[in-house]
């Protein structure tokens, strides 16, 4: 056994059996196994970590899928009888996963509510976002599930999401126009049946670039 093997066997004995590297059906073995396909020694020097270190990347990339979105805002709603205006939380980053190529997109999501005497804390909307970006996705899907979840969890007056991102799998495939920049929008109640209030996001959102 080499020396290197040897490092990434000691590497790897704190690791439980879900992620062993010799465990045919984890991560590792099949990095493992596509470094081997693109023509590479998995066993060289520079590639020998490797199959870890993604395992360890994809499971940070995708640790959404163990979290609960509605836990996330169910532990900060609180009561507000008196403000009924618009709240708008802009230019929250995001970085996700396309499940087409599983290739990175990432921009800003911008979310609004009116509240209708439930109010959750500001920080938790941004949590909400990451909670759905860390999956594999599609932009499509992010901005309504952030829209469906709050609408469900705060019961307002209406919701608004506008998510701007570029995708890694137009850029660097040199699809078309690859320089674009993908807009998605989700509205809910007042926000989907009253122009002025969509109006007034919009402004809102684009009133002040960063
Ligand atoms: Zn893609």
Not at 64 to 90: H, L, R
Not at 124 to 145: F, H, N, P, S, W
Request: aromatic share 8%.
């Amino acid at each position: 056994m080499s020396s290197q093997r040897a490092l990434y066997n000691e590497m790897h004995s704190e690791l439980d059996s879900r992620t062993a590297p010799d465990s045919p059906d984890g991560i590792e073995g099949h990095v493992r196994n596509i470094l081997k396909h693109m023509g590479e020694d998995p066993d060289r020097e520079g590639l020998l970590k490797t199959p870890y270190r993604v395992a360890r990347a994809f499971e940070y990339l995708t640790k959404g899928y163990q979290q609960d979105p509605k836990e996330v805002i169910n532990n900060a709603i609180f009561t507000e009888e008196d403000y009924s205006e618009m709240i708008v939380v802009k230019d929250i980053d995001f970085f996700s996963m396309c499940e087409h190529h599983i290739l990175p997109f990432f921009g800003r999501a911008n979310v609004a509510y009116i509240p209708n005497k439930r109010i959750v804390g500001i920080s938790k909307v941004a949590r909400l976002v990451d909670v759905y970006a860390r999956r594999l996705q599609v932009q499509e899907r992010i901005t309504t599930q952030v829209a469906n979840t709050l609408m469900e969890e705060l019961n307002p007056l209406g919701v608004g999401v506008i998510i701007t991102a570029e995708h890694l799998c137009m850029r660097m495939r040199g699809v078309e126009k690859q320089n674009s920049i993908v807009t998605t929008s989700a509205t809910l109640g007042a926000f989907r049946t009253h122009q002025e209030t969509r109006e007034e996001f919009i402004t809102l959102v684009n009133g002040r670039q960063r």
